[in-house]
């Protein structure tokens, strides 16, 4: 049966409307053509023409599902040399997990207190996500003593605190700048 990436989003769409989202991923940022994915829960689905791009507008399909962290991390990498605005409204409009992770948008405190209500402490489950979409261990970035270094997520985790933590990550204008200068090192960058 011939058909393509949006006729077959559509038919999902149709399918059960309320917990299906269409993905358009507009083409140039996303590969070189337009494309329509579907997402349900937590798994994300494509319609693709298995003998390659062509100008034909209805085709034999096949599909791929994957689950929504390597789709999130297919996104990451694809938006990270945009501005960071534009970068926070498509992973809003996208749901992606990681904007809503403390330290990863916006600084955050670290505190250590023996109540764990009063206690601010990055969650090891959080870093393990971050790790597993952007294929590296992030580095943190600290503020303390009026200076900013990067360090590792288990120094950030063994410090005595209190101070102001963030994750490097695309959502932070070092991103490229400090991966691209520690590609091969194991040290930490002090940013004047």
Known sequence: MYSNCLFEALKAKIKDPKNVQIIFLKGGLF????????????????AYNPKGSNNNILYNVS??????????????????????????????????????????????????????????????????????ILRKKPLIKIFINSTIKTIEFDKLLNSEGPLQWKYVTPFDNDYTAIYGWLRNRNTFVEMQ
Do not use: C
């Open 31 to 46: 590969g070189k053509r337009n494309h329509f994915m579907w997402m349900n829960k937590d798994t994300v689905f494509h």
């Open 63 to 132: 599909y791929k599902k994957v689950d929504f962290d390597v789709f999130e991390g297919y996104v990451i990498d694809a938006i990270k040399k945009l501005p960071l605005e534009t970068q926070l409204k498509i992973a809003k409009n996208w749901h992606l997990k990681s904007i809503e992770i403390p330290g990863v948008v916006q600084w955050a405190n670290f505190i250590k207190d023996d109540d764990p209500e009063f206690s601010n402490i990055p969650k090891t489950e959080d870093f393990y996500y971050l790790t597993k």
